[in-house]
């Protein structure tokens, strides 16, 4: 055996070893020059874009080929950028993952849902990691704005960006983290009035992150401790609405079986000076209604089981049967059963004046009134049913008043859309005397709906 070339070898490894770990690492960009470039254009990352494309043209990315079309079009399906600010953006819009290369800064604004079992999915973060890494250029920053669970940015994008690249973090390329913020259908926050935390994988880049973002943010921004802190703040504001929703969804079915309304409750006790006001409802979109899930998977790994979190996430899954048995209580009130009744849903997006769907807990209400045995129809001018999520029963129309009469209505939120085509007397024209009509926000109530309803709000 060559003991001499095996040492030779060995040392030769270690000189290389040692060259890597000497290497000078690449400058960071010029913050206020840098080309930016945003994969995933939905309200999150299309104000984004727009932003940063007002001194220098930047990159938007996203694989979805109707979407591109609708923007180079001008048109913007989430409704967060303004129609003329749109048309006088600069911006390249592309499905082409190699004009990532040309791109200082690449920010991530996909995705992160959860499975049917409630199981963290990465695979949208996980895939734009790998794009990145196969295409990014030496020196570039990537910032990550998808909402995940503590260390999901280091322990799990972060390798497989060096796989597929070659590149080592620190040296050829640096790490960011900085959750989105953005309330969608929020005319009064947009992205700019948002105060926005930034992290980075050194505060070397932190600074170049706050100096970034200074571009597009003008509420301030917010340096974290690390880019763990950053993503552990983003899942603690969500979390922390979902437990307290929670809390008034529990109070509201306690309350209920009292003959005590909740919305009074809360209104008296708001009158203290330090009490929180939240109010029952369908919790549901992508993120109050996932986020938390993800803080339970991380509970799990580390042998917590998270029972506050999980608990409070229990009570919002059965907020709508809840919905549905109040409807069935004022159909027995009527001595009257809720098969083969025809019901009118009113809303189906997941709030107020927003087009987006998804995980909508109306969906769940609705297929548990059809299992119930009553007709569902749901008319919703505002809903954008690319995000369609069933409703096995459910029918969606764009009418109400072309129909016969029906036997109960359900409002499940208020858009202005909804407060200007309904007023006491289309509401009665709609429904045959003493039907139920079940006001989740309470937008219609007064003596007069009262007289020609079966009225409960919460």
């Not at 992508?286 to 506050?308: Q, S």
Request: hydrophobic share 40%; glycine share 6%.
């Amino acid at each position: 055996m060559d003991f001499g070339g095996i040492l030779a070898e060995g040392k030769a490894r270690a000189q290389t070893h040692l060259r890597v770990i000497d290497k000078e690492p690449y400058a960071l960009p010029d913050a206020m020059t840098a080309k930016v470039a945003v994969i995933g254009l939905g309200y999150v990352g299309l104000p984004l874009v727009i932003g940063f494309s007002e001194n220098r043209k930047a990159i938007g990315f996203d694989i979805s080929q109707n979407k591109l079309a609708e923007l180079r079009a001008n048109i913007d399906s989430t409704g967060e950028v303004n129609p003329s600010d749109l048309v006088e953006s600069d911006v390249h819009y592309t499905s082409n993952p190699e004009d990532l290369a040309d791109a200082d800064v690449i920010i991530v604004c996909v995705p992160t849902p959860v499975s049917s079992h409630n199981k963290p999915d990465y695979s949208p973060l996980l895939a734009a990691s790998r794009t990145i890494g196969e295409n990014m250029k030496q020196g570039a920053v990537v910032v990550f704005e998808s909402t995940v669970d503590p260390g999901t940015t280091e322990n799990k994008c972060q390798p497989v960006i060096e796989q597929a690249s070659g590149f080592k973090e620190g040296i050829d390329f640096y790490l960011g983290y900085s959750p989105e913020r953005i309330n969608p259908a929020d005319p009064t926050r947009k992205l700019p009035d948002i105060k926005k935390i930034v992290a980075g994988s050194t505060p070397l880049v932190t600074q170049f992150l706050e100096k970034l973002y200074a571009r597009v943010i003008n509420a301030g921004l917010y340096p974290a401790a690390n880019i763990k802190v950053a993503e552990a703040a983003k899942i603690l504001e969500n979390t922390q609405r979902d437990v307290n929703i929670a809390l008034m969804n529990q109070m509201m079915t306690l309350f209920d079986k009292m003959g005590i309304r909740s919305t009074d409750v809360i209104a008296a006790a708001s009158s203290k000076w330090n009490f929180h006001h939240y109010r029952p409802g369908l919790v549901g979109g992508h993120c109050i209604a996932v986020d938390p899930y993800f803080l339970i998977d991380a509970g799990r790994r580390h042998g917590l089981p998270m029972e506050l979190v999980a608990a409070a996430r229990a009570v919002n899954e059965q907020t709508p049967y809840f919905m549905v048995e109040k409807l069935e209580e004022l159909f027995e009130a009527n001595n009257q059963s809720i098969r083969g009744k025809r019901v009118l849903v009113l809303g189906r997006s997941f709030k107020e004046d927003c087009a987006d769907t998804r995980n909508s807990k109306a969906f769940k209400m609705m297929d548990a009134i059809w299992a119930a045995g009553a007709d569902v129809d749901c008319f919703d001018p505002v809903a954008d049913d690319d995000h369609f999520e069933g409703g096995r029963g459910a029918k969606i129309i764009d009418d109400p008043f072309t129909q016969e009469k029906y036997d109960a209505i359900i409002v499940t939120l208020v858009h202005k859309v909804f407060l200007e085509q309904f007023d006491i007397d289309t509401l009665k024209s709609l429904a045959k005397k003493h039907s139920p009509l079940v006001d989740l926000r309470g937008a219609f109530e007064g003596d007069e709906i009262k007289d020609h309803f079966n009225y409960w709000r919460p």
